[in-house]
């Protein structure tokens, strides 16, 4: 019963992680992380995957997904440290100007 | 010869209508003229072969249309209903050429008025040659198209052209039930050919035809919905407003309309159809009642109309009146007889009229006209004549025909016919009063015209006295002449043209009738005569007095006003159908439903559902991860539902709906 049990320890971390994005409505901050949580969950269920099927590929895929993490909120920040720059705030709440 | 007869007035019409401002007015006047001239001659020829010579014909053009059990054939049949008709027709029609080139002689549309003239007549003779019931209804249509265009013929006059479309859509209205009894003719009969269908008719008595659930004895059926064809073209009462307002045309077709043509196919068709009728004895005896009825309120209504034109109008009303009812007791030949008597002198009183109308430079009132016997003495011979032959003196020729119809009354032994006999005897007592009444008006009394339309006033030129002489001839002789042939004991000359239950003839009944009732109906016209002429030269304060009386004026106002025929219609029938026109199916139906419902509710529903629907996008970013997250998670229980389209549209609609 571990591989179930590690499996709703994903789950639950990536619903956390959607939680963060669905229900903070200021902090873009928080936002970032939130997203960092449901990839790491992502990554840690190709690695117990991996274990439990012994095959290899999902923990390269975890080494992609890492890659891929770290550009992203590389980039985000870059985005946001762009956005402070023009606005000299970061309130989620407040950049909703591309109303229909 | 017998294809000439129809088509030569097509030919002239056309000739004179295409290439009328190549001919001039004096040479379509002329073409035209000689056409039905010809046309004139050759129905001679042809009442001579057929008529005399007991001879019927029949001339196969070509196959109309052949679907099945149904053949419509284009053909000409000739017997001797047809060239009687023929005769009368293109007699008719013919004077009134003549009498219009003088007539109309001043108006630069004359080659409109001689070809729609014409073509009046084309179509009259397409109707009355026939034989079958489709082609019948060409002509019948052909006709009240031309009445259309004939009495809207001065076209910038509003009068004229509310006339012109109350003629077309009154008649409309009978054009519907003709339409409808023939398609009952061919359901029952699975045949429109007049051959096929009387030969049958004996063999159908009794049976049932069935429409909308409801049983119904067809040939009774058949007969009504064609005497409704009948009310309208030949104005019985009902459907009789149009005919006085078809006043407004020029007096030649006036003449035309209400004579030889026209108003004379609804008799004609009565008669045409005489084996179906005697087979629908219920049928007959609506006939019977109703045309009595149109015989004494039409003349009653003509008793104190003013206009020149519609007191002979009415008089045309109350005699077709005296031919359906004579229809109605089975005396075809004798209704048949009347027709051909009345066409000339009526066509006599019309042309007289013209003439008159003519002479005091379009004045139709005749209150206004007076002492016109010593200006116009020959037209005034002529009028007198066509009056006395209408109100049935002994001896001219409304006298052979009417006392027979109204004697037959007598001599049937049924309700419906003595009703028929004491309202016609009242109506030939009115048919007098105001014949005369007519004649001291405008020809006898003080002159009460226009001093210089008075000084002015001249008999007319030679057209229309040769047309007046020529017409004045046979409204004296031809009910003696003819008497023998048309209506004698026994005579050979209609062969198989009528068909009439021996029970049903009482042209024999009617010799043994008392003598009192025989000569009832001329002693009453005569005292009709004498007190109009006493009242109005000797009385005239006292006429004066009982008018304006409590009682005597509403009378009067019952009576010029018609009956109040005109004020019901337009108040209980017009105005609530245009109403209905306007706030049912116009503004409920075309402007609510449709456009509430229709497209342009669909097309504004969906714009507003749009509008709800970009409102979603709000430009928060946690918005749209939400709707993100939902979607996803609802195609996610979508999947392990068992994905299926029926779903997802269901789906989709519940959201538009939540939206």
Redesign the interface.
């Known amino acids: 019963m571990e591989f179930l049990q590690f499996c709703l320890l994903t789950t639950a971390m990536f619903f956390l992680g959607?939680g963060g994005?669905?229900?903070?409505?200021t902090n873009i901050l928080i936002?970032l992380m939130s997203i960092e949580v449901s990839l790491l969950a992502l990554g840690l269920n190709f690695l117990i995957l991996s274990v439990y099927l012994d095959d290899i590929l999902g923990q390269v895929f975890c080494l992609f997904i890492l890659t891929v993490a770290g550009c992203e909120s590389s980039i985000g920040l870059a985005i946001i440290l762009a956005y402070y720059r023009v606005r000299g705030r970061i309130r989620?709440?407040e950049?909703?100007?591309?109303?229909? | 010869m017998y294809l000439n007869i129809v088509f030569l007035p097509l030919l002239g019409s056309i000739a004179a209508g295409l290439f009328g401002r190549f001919l001039g007015s004096q040479g379509a006047a002329v073409l035209t003229t000689t056409c039905v001239g010809l046309s004139l001659c050759l129905s001679g020829l042809a009442f001579y072969e057929v008529g005399l010579g007991s001879s019927p014909s029949y001339v196969h053009l070509l196959t109309w249309m052949e679907s099945d059990f149904f053949h419509a054939n284009w053909s000409l049949c000739f017997d001797s209903l047809t060239v009687v008709m023929l005769v009368v027709v293109t007699f008719i029609s013919s004077l009134v050429h003549l009498y219009s080139t003088e007539y109309m002689g001043e108006d630069p549309h004359l080659p409109r008025f001689m070809s729609y003239l014409s073509l009046f007549t084309f179509f009259m003779l397409l109707l009355v040659t026939a034989d079958n019931f489709l082609q019948m209804f060409v002509g019948w249509e052909g006709v009240g198209l031309c009445s259309y265009l004939l009495i809207n013929f001065w076209f910038a006059r509003l009068q004229a052209n509310k006339a012109a479309i109350k003629a077309m859509l009154v008649n409309r209205v009978g054009d519907f039930g003709l339409a409808l009894g023939i398609f009952a003719i061919f359901l029952s009969f699975d045949a429109v050919d007049y051959a096929s269908v009387f030969a049958m008719a004996p063999l159908l008595s009794g049976s049932q035809i069935c429409f909308l659930g409801m049983d119904f004895d067809a040939l009774e059926c058949i007969s009504l919905l064609l005497f409704v064809g009948a009310v309208g073209k030949s104005a019985q009462v009902g459907l009789h407003t149009w005919l006085p307002d078809a006043m407004e045309g020029p007096t030649p077709v006036s003449a035309l309309i209400h004579a030889a043509t026209m108003v004379t196919a609804g008799v004609f068709l009565l008669a045409r159809c005489s084996p179906l009728l005697e087979y629908a004895p219920k049928a007959c005896f609506l006939i019977c009642i109703l045309g009595a009825m149109t015989a004494f309120f039409a003349a009653t209504t003509g008793l104190v109309q003013n206009d020149l034109k519609r007191v002979i109008a009415y008089s045309t009303c109350s005699q077709l009146g005296y031919m359906v009812f004579a229809c109605g007791l089975s005396n075809y030949s004798v209704a048949v007889f009347h027709l051909a008597n009345h066409a000339f002198f009526k066509a006599l009183l019309f042309l007289g009229a013209g003439s008159v109308i003519h002479a005091m430079g379009d004045e139709q009132d005749m209150r206004k006209m007076g002492g016109l016997r010593r200006l116009l003495p020959f037209t005034y011979a002529m009028m007198l004549v066509g009056s006395l032959s209408l109100m049935g003196m002994p001896f001219l020729t409304g006298f052979y025909s009417k006392d027979l119809i109204l004697e037959v009354a007598y001599g049937s032994y049924t309700t419906g016919a003595h009703f028929a006999y004491a309202l016609g005897t009242l109506a030939a007592f009115c048919t007098a009063f105001y014949s005369f009444r007519l004649i001291y008006l405008s020809f006898l009394s003080e002159a009460n015209g226009r001093r210089p339309l008075l000084l002015g006033a001249s008999e007319s030129s030679w057209p229309i006295s040769t047309a007046l002489g020529i017409l004045a001839i046979p409204s004296i002789f031809i009910g003696y002449l003819g008497k023998d042939l048309f209506i004698g004991l026994g005579t050979p000359f209609w062969g198989n043209a009528f068909f009439a239950l021996p029970g049903h003839l009482s042209l024999v009944d009617a010799e043994f009738m008392p003598t009192a009732m025989k000569i009832l109906p001329v002693c009453l016209s005569i005292v009709g005569a004498i007190l109009a002429f006493v009242l109005y030269r000797d009385f005239p304060q006292t006429l004066v007095r009982w008018k304006l009386s409590p009682w005597g004026r509403k009378l009067y106002t019952f009576l010029n006003r018609k009956w109040f025929f005109d004020k019901f219609y337009n108040e209980g029938i017009s105005q609530n159908f245009l109403d209905f026109g306007y706030h049912f199916t116009y503004k409920a139906i075309d402007r609510g439903f449709i456009e509430m419902l229709g497209p342009f509710g669909l097309s504004n529903l969906s714009l507003a559902q749009g509008a709800r629907v970009v409102s979603w996008q709000t430009g928060m970013l946690y918005h749209y991860a939400f709707v993100i997250v939902a979607g996803m998670l609802a195609f996610a229980f979508l999947s392990t539902m068992g994905f299926s389209a029926k779903l997802l549209a269901l789906l989709t609609l519940a959201s538009l709906a939540l939206l």
């Open positions: 959607i994005i669905v229900l903070n409505r936002l989620m709440n950049a909703s100007l591309m109303k229909a």
